[in-house]
């Protein structure tokens, strides 16, 4: 049972801290400036520089004396923004104390290790369907008909999870049972000779495919094996990942439209859904593509680049800065929010993977759209009352201010990211990681909720691992805040890997970010022969 937590952060010091996010504060908007773009841009500057000439030299003097207290001002204000900010060690006890003791049960762990179950009762115990705990007898039925299942994404998310877990502490353990997990999958969900990946698995067997055989499902089912690919740089990986991504455009990439079907067949099939490009890249491509050998690290890029331009010019919305989670019309929709996967959270990951797509692939145009549109999103979702992150928007005017640990986990995300260019971003994240940590917590049995209620505060009464809930979001939310934490104080950033024969490759980063390697050392792995642990501290990580 995890232990009450102390407060791991650090009081707010000065001005800086309650810095306005309020669009009207026109000296403190947290949007970033437009550098230097444009013609318009180059005439502002020579108008002031011509004003400046012309003016006597005191006055100069102190209009620059004036400038400087300015800087110096806001360097203080942010120098206090990230003093309160939750330190890199605060991140790493969280999860160590809050998220891995309910996945290091046999009960998580499955028989034999990486058969991972997918349904748990939230006290961690494997759901018997015969014989439902109360959280899933009370459940929606979408989740409490599917408890006998064993759906391949969260196989594969709870292989992320371990991954992560292996990635910040560098205890074998995790990696074994990421490994585990990543040759269940594929001893039994894989099929070889197409490259398709079952939906689920039914006592054992792959389920046969359905009609609603969903191209996310299948771009999930590489979250993991991308993930322990990217620890590990395993050839024998790497193949099935190759054929997996094969498939998923043989099968769902319809050339006509240019956009991933939802469905393979069926009333859905052409249904225009942001998920279906945007988990493409969220689940692998972003990932894997910076590290691939050749000649698919050149294919990829060009279809990481298709899909970012496609995610920008056919489901953003220019008036309400969001994404629109599908473009079809939908029956009841009295508005853009009501439609499905219309909100803060899907539309502030599309930004934040557009940013790191945009630093990728040289794209400065595509760096700064996401620079600028993501804090819209942090404005509009944030709420001071509670100190927490809301849902979306609502047709009638108001904001759903439901806390789902998805959505509050890409936002904190999305701050940490872009607060490292941008620090005003940056302010609200004290809040947000204690509002996580004293509501969305488990503190009973471990992880966390899937949704609070704001502003009751308590948790709904849904399980907190089923068929669309594991363990990947509370790992990525965990090593983001590690090495976004650590990235804005300067500290240097240690992570470990597992490479054969201890050999360093040359593209080594951070996850998404990038960095300078200062140093690594390497010792033997209880792993596969000439597999070594290989701790890598990296600097100015951005």
């Not at 942001?274 to 050749?294: C, F, G, K, R, S």
Request: charged share 20%; aromatic share 10%.
């Amino acid at each position: 049972m995890p232990a009450p937590h102390p407060n791991p952060l650090p009081a707010a010091a000065g001005r800086g801290s309650r810095l306005s996010l309020r669009r009207g504060s026109a000296d403190k908007d947290p949007r970033p400036a437009i550098r230097g773009r444009g013609r318009g841009a180059r005439r502002s500057r020579g108008r002031v520089r011509g004003k400046l000439h012309n003016l006597p030299i005191a006055a100069l003097l102190n209009a620059l004396l004036l400038l400087s207290v300015v800087q110096v001002a806001f360097a203080q204000d942010n120098n206090a923004i990230v003093a309160a900010l939750p330190t890199s060690a605060a991140w790493l006890q969280h999860y160590q104390r809050d998220i891995l003791p309910f996945w290091q049960t046999p009960a998580a762990l499955g028989e034999p290790v990486g058969n991972f179950p997918t349904s748990r009762c939230n006290d961690g115990s494997v759901v018997n369907p015969a014989a439902p705990c109360p959280e899933f007898a009370a459940a929606p039925d979408w989740i409490k008909s599917t408890a006998g299942r064993q759906y391949t994404r969260m196989i594969s998310r709870q292989i992320y999870l371990y991954g992560v877990a292996f990635h910040l502490t560098g205890d074998p353990r995790y990696l074994g049972w990421a490994r585990a997990g990543v040759h269940y999958l594929l001893d039994r969900a894989y099929n070889p000779a197409t490259g398709n990946v079952a939906s689920y698995l039914d006592s054992g067997k792959p389920a046969a495919e359905t009609p609603d055989h969903a191209s996310q499902d299948v771009a999930y089912s590489l979250v993991g094996l991308s993930f322990y690919y990217y620890l590990t740089r395993d050839p024998d990986i790497l193949q099935p990942i190759l054929k997996i991504e094969h498939f998923i455009r043989q099968a769902y990439f319809d050339s006509r439209t240019g956009i991933y079907r939802w469905e393979r067949q069926g009333p859905n099939a052409a249904r225009p859904d942001l998920v279906a490009q945007l988990d493409q890249v969220n689940a692998y491509m972003l990932l894997l593509t910076p590290i691939l050998p050749e000649p698919q690290q050149k294919q990829w890029r060009g279809e990481l680049a298709r899909l970012a331009k496609l995610l920008r010019t056919r489901f953003y919305d220019s008036g309400s800065e969001l994404f629109i989670g599908t473009l079809a019309p939908q029956k009841g929709a009295a508005c853009n929010f009501d439609r499905d996967d219309t909100d803060f959270g899907h539309s502030i990951k599309t930004y934040w993977m557009l940013y790191f797509a945009g630093r990728y692939l040289g794209d400065l145009d595509l760096q700064t759209f996401a620079e600028h549109g993501a804090p819209s999103v942090l404005i509009r979702a944030y709420l001071p009352e509670t100190g927490s992150w809301a849902v979306k928007p609502t047709c009638d005017g108001k904001t759903d201010m439901t806390s789902s640990w998805w959505v509050a986990a890409e936002l904190d995300q999305a701050a940490l990211t872009f607060g490292l260019g941008n620090p005003a971003l940056l302010q609200h994240i004290p809040s947000t990681f204690r509002f996580w940590l004293d509501h969305m917590v488990d503190h009973a049995h471990g992880e966390v909720w899937d949704e609070v209620a704001v502003p009751g505060l308590a948790p709904k009464q849904r399980p907190k691992i089923h068929l669309w809930k594991n363990g990947f979001h509370t790992a990525e939310h965990t090593l983001v805040g590690y090495i976004a934490t650590g990235a804005l104080r300067g500290d240097p950033v240690t992570l470990y890997y597992a490479f054969h024969d201890c050999k360093l490759p040359p593209d080594l980063h951070p996850y998404y970010f990038d960095g300078t390697v200062t140093a690594h050392q390497d010792t033997p792995s209880p792993g596969p022969p000439g597999q070594c642990t290989t701790k890598v501290t990296f600097g100015t990580v951005h």
